[in-house]
């Protein structure tokens, strides 16, 4: 890429941070607001910005020229990294999940659809092989095949995306020094972990709450619980990865979040997304209502974006 020609960098942008009434706050006297990084960019949105940014610059810097990376037919990390290959430069391959969809365009979602629009070559895989995503002599055979590709993970979580969301939780330091809670949602828990890394202790105490998205939940722990920890220092901050099994199964939207979609919706005029948001919502709810936060918490709702998955067919 030609450094002199400097693509739109949504994060210099400080993205509102909303204060929410609602009687239930009052009520529980708590204050609420919510992290609006949904209106950083509208394809690049969210979290999947400040997760490539680094990843972005590395890449160039490695004088590589395209990317290469991986995701289901409805992820928002595939939607973005097709945006960000586009607007760097550089060229984009995603491996997708589902064979059955390699030669069948008409059965592509509005994600694949958009991404292939961007210039993002698709491949398709079968489930077997996409379960090897992460293993060393699959992305060996990768590396042999793209040599000038950069290789990003799915969700685009690694290392550099971790130093990306730090700079989030900075703007969130910066525009409410006061929180004591902060809830995001998690897919594979890399922005909790750069969240719960790069928050500043208080003596008031602070818990970051990640919602999980997937039922499988506990199974995302261990690479949470490493990604913290490869700091030479203990979490400044409390955190918990919390699940609730009547969420539904990842992109299943029952009834219960139908309507709490809607409801928040029409309050607020405020997007949520059916996969990440509504779900983060859902679980800061359950938790005021079982009384887990004490009064004067000063709460903070991080809206990750993900409305792209709003038009979905
Ligand atoms: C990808 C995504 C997440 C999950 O991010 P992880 O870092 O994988 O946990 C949360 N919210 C939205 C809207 C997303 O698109």
Redesign the pocket.
Known sequence: MNSTKNPALPASITTPLQRLEHPLFEQHRVSVWIKRD?LNHPLI????WH?LKYNLTAAVQQGKTGLLTFGGAY???IA?TACAAQLFGLTSIGLIRGGELANHPEKWSHTLKNAHASGMQLQFLNRTDYRRRQDADFLDALVAQHPHAYLLPE???NAL?LKG?GELMDEIERQLPAWTHLY???????????LVKHAKPAATGRTIN?VA?LTQADALLPQIQNWIDSTDRPPPVKWHLLSFQQAGAYAKLPPALATLKQEWENRWQLPL?P???VK?IYGFFEQLQQNRLPPGAQVVLL?????Q?NTQT
């Open positions: 949904d949105q969210g979290n999947k997760k992820s928002n990390h973005a969700g685009g979580s995306a969301v995001c949602a998690v897919g594979t828990g890399a922005t909790l972990a750069g990640g998205v997304d996969v990440y948001t983060m809206h990750t974006g993900g409305l998955g």
